[in-house]
């Protein structure tokens, strides 16, 4: 199966951010630097109408890549993927399941657990971005603000059918069977220093290919509750 981990900024529901309500915790200097996150709108469904896909509500999902030393970001290297080794020059992979995971908030062991995944989704080697509507009306704008103003780029380089997509409950997301391992001693597969893992290497690692098959029968077969269409309150 093709699969690919995400590690993103922890959110109860990433429907945007709540001030006081749903805030994005442990995304690194960058969600600590600026209280901002980009995949603050991974399980947000949208209607869309987009080239080469059926019109329909759609999640748009983010994980961040390396940058460079010249503050490029590097593209997502979809090559990497199990089963995508011919890919090198294509820009899209269809058909993974993408996982996102977040580490638990208060962790003393950095707890990275499952929040939620997409199935059957495309993934992009690098950021596609689409522009929306803020929720602001006219009547609701300042002097100082214009239409432009009331515009967000949405960066994103998963897509995947709204009906393909979980959340997890956050009572759900802190079990042990959908906690996924970091690399350190005694370790020997998981994330690393990047925020993608791409778990390979299963046909010599029978730990990795029995976690692999157990999660991935967890998700075919979960049946429980799904926060994609829950906003905080």
């Not at 961040?64 to 089963?83: D, H, W």
């Amino acid at each position: 199966m093709r699969i690919l981990f995400c590690n993103i900024a922890w959110m109860d529901y990433y429907k945007g951010i709540v001030p006081g309500k749903d805030e994005p915790k442990n995304g690194g200097s960058y969600v600590k630097d600026t209280k901002d996150a980009h995949e603050k709108y991974n399980f947000k469904p949208e209607h869309l109408k987009l080239m080469g896909f059926l019109e329909g509500e759609y999640c748009l999902g983010f994980v961040e890549t390396k940058s460079t030393s010249v503050g490029k970001r590097n593209q997502l290297n979809i090559e990497k993927i199990e089963g995508c080794c011919d890919l090198k020059g294509d820009t899209e992979v269809d058909d993974v399941l993408v996982v996102y995971c977040a580490l638990y908030p208060d962790s003393f062991d950095k707890e990275t657990y499952v929040v939620g995944w997409y199935k059957h989704a495309t993934v992009y080697r690098r950021y596609e971005k689409l522009e929306f509507d803020t929720e602001a009306s006219d009547n609701e704008r300042s002097d100082n603000e214009s239409a432009a103003d009331e515009k967000y780029i949405q960066l994103y380089n998963v897509i995947a059918l709204k009906e393909d997509c979980v959340l997890l409950p956050r009572s759900q997301r802190r079990k042990t069977f959908w906690r996924v391992p970091r690399k350190k001693k005694g370790v020997a597969f998981g994330f690393g220093q990047s925020n993608v893992w791409f778990a390979r290497g299963e046909d010599d690692n029978k730990y990795l290919s029995d976690f692999l098959d157990r999660l991935e029968n967890q998700i075919e077969t979960y049946d429980g509750e799904n926060w994609i269409d829950r906003y905080a309150e």
